[in-house]
């Protein structure tokens, strides 16, 4: 989450809806549930409400939310923002990508090495498949930083 705000911010793009956003998108995170973002997006607006946020302003934030599932092209340049500094880490330092790509080997530990694999494989390879994996030009000099980290991720499945 800091991670993502820094980079936000660092580029000058922080707004507060994205601040929320990035607070609110990995609130659930089960490795075996395929709903996180939506659970997520629902736990964080209802907390929202009780704040008295208003209804556009909720809609808004479940939005940017329900963009981090990366199953569709952003739909606003916030989304994509967002989007993008959620992808940030593909695109770190050769040692930073390897220590996160370890971490979710860990994270799937109950899915059998073969079947891990591929099923990784299938999500690095659809990174790479992309025209561009980073739609935003404040975040475009990391595309080939991320291209390189996801090679080698790959080569050594």
Known sequence: MQAMLDAL???GVLSPALALAVWGHDLIYD????DNEARSAQVFGAWLA??????AHMAQIRA???ATQHTAAPATREEALLVDAD???LGASPADFA??????????RHVPGPLYRI???KVLQGFLK?????TTPEFAELEAQARANLAVALSKL
């Open 9 to 11: 911010g660092s580029r």
């Open 31 to 34: 490795p075996r549930a395929g």
């Open 50 to 55: 009780t704040q008295g946020a208003v209804p």
């Open 64 to 66: 940017l939310i329900l």
């Open 87 to 89: 992808l940030g880490i």
């Open 99 to 108: 220590a996160y790509d370890a971490a979710i080997r860990q994270e799937y």
């Open 119 to 121: 099923g990784r494989r």
């Open 130 to 134: 992309r025209g561009r994996i980073y």
